[in-house]
């Protein structure tokens, strides 16, 4: 069963990010120009907390309909016309699915992702993926994949490079999350692994910095676990942690779906 954080009230996630990005020193301004453009009715559907070293993220989505919608706000925020259509191309080919839309703040913000929670078979995904991204690689690497649970739409050094998300055993034989990005070029050479419901407390954080993050979240604003802890694996350079955070519309995984 999927462990969920303690709330006795609905939470407030607008001011969580404000008191977030006033710990990370991040301008206000671009802050409250990303909660207006999500606004209420968003957030009260599907509100998720990234935390990062230096930054945060903010993700909001729902169901179907709001495809337009996310899209034309991850335009606003410097998404690539060429990632937003292709996402919308994703939602139009597998609809009444879950959408998502991630916004990053912070020094080293990146431009916005879509998502499609696709749910499809891995040979049905690959079909839709072939002449959008170099394919060839990612049949090796979901080769042990029945399902694609879901693709990221976000932009890599001016083309729209498109993450795959499937479950599998992790290092530890926990099954979560895998990720991999492919471009019209290739797989990108980096690879990002999700553990899901990690308690607080024992989250493997490296750095006095990231200790202090946490500990500021979890006295400050009751975060107890994290949905996920995520991993991103990088020749010759140290892993990239996040911490996801669902606050609203939290989305049991289908752990059975690999």
Not at 43 to 70: K, Q
Not at 148 to 176: M, W
Request: include cysteine.
């Amino acid at each position: 069963m999927k462990v969920q954080p303690r709330l006795d009230v609905t939470p407030n996630v607008a001011e969580e990010i404000r008191r977030l990005a006033r710990f990370q020193g991040i301008v206000m301004d671009e802050v409250e120009q990303v909660l207006s453009a999500f606004g209420d009715h968003n957030l009260d559907t599907y509100a998720e907390v990234v935390i990062t070293e230096r930054g945060l993220e903010l993700i909001t989505g729902g169901v179907g309909s709001v495809a337009a919608e996310l899209a034309s706000i991850a335009r606003h925020f410097g998404a690539p016309e060429d990632t937003a259509r292709t996402f919308l191309d994703c939602a139009a080919a597998f609809p009444e699915r879950m959408l998502g839309l991630k916004v990053c703040l912070g020094p080293e913000a990146a431009p916005p992702t879509l998502y499609v929670r696709t749910m499809c078979s891995t040979n049905e995904g690959l079909v839709w993926l072939q002449g959008r991204v170099s394919t060839a690689a990612l049949v090796e690497a979901l080769a042990d994949n029945r399902t694609l649970y879901g693709l990221g739409f976000a932009s890599r050094e001016g083309e729209c490079a498109i993450k795959t998300y499937s479950l599998g055993p992790l290092p530890d034989d926990t099954i979560g999350f895998h990720s991999w990005r492919a471009t019209s070029s290739g797989v990108v050479k980096e690879r990002k692994r999700y553990w899901p419901d990690v308690p607080w407390g024992e989250l493997p954080l490296t750095s006095w910095r990231w200790r202090r993050l946490a500990r500021f979240a979890a006295r400050e604003l009751g975060y107890d676990v994290a949905g996920h802890f995520a991993t991103t694996e990088r020749d010759n350079e140290p892993d990239e942690l996040k911490l996801y955070v669902e606050r609203i519309g939290a989305i049991a995984t289908d752990r059975s779906a690999q």
